[in-house]
């Protein structure tokens, strides 16, 4: 059995990861936290273990914000450049599918589409908040 590792670093390059396996869950968030901190439309995430995220380079570089105990947000102090989200009461990390271009990206799911200022009708499932899994409703909103 072979494990896919996947590279990844921030804007300028000071923070390199790396990422291993196959991600938890991969999908688009379109709460209005990740629109206002990504500056985007909607944050194309990607959900690991976080045995599975490895900082490689610039660990020290990476710098936290956190608004909620829910999300913490971490972005490269010398670039600005957004890296990941650890969500330590799930116990998940969101590297930003941005973030590693060479992992395919296939989106699953619609998450928080209750806020979507950017639908996007490609047949997948539009969550209005959270899968129950994860303490949300898991009510299905229509495209
Ligand atoms: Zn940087
Ligand atoms: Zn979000």
Redesign the pocket.
């Known amino acids: 059995m072979t494990t896919n590792h996947y590279e990844g670093s921030?804007?300028?390059?000071?923070?390199r990861l790396t990422v291993s396996g196959e991600p938890l869950a991969m999908g688009y968030c379109h709460c209005d936290s990740c629109r206002t901190w990504s500056a985007g439309p909607v944050n194309a995430f990607t959900l690991w273990k976080p045995e599975a995220v490895r900082i490689t380079r610039g660990a020290d570089?990476l710098a936290t914000y956190n608004q909620t105990p829910r999300s913490l947000r971490k972005w490269?102090r010398?670039?600005g450049?957004h890296v990941l989200t650890e969500h330590p009461l799930l116990g998940v990390i969101d590297v930003y599918a941005a973030v590693i271009p060479t992992l395919p990206f296939k989106a699953g799911v619609h998450v928080n589409y209750q806020e979507t200022m950017l639908p996007m009708r490609d047949g997948l499932p539009k969550l209005r908040d959270f899968p129950a899994e994860m303490g949300g409703s898991g009510l299905a909103v229509p495209e």
């Open positions: 921030c804007f300028c390059g000071a923070v570089e490269c010398r670039c450049g």
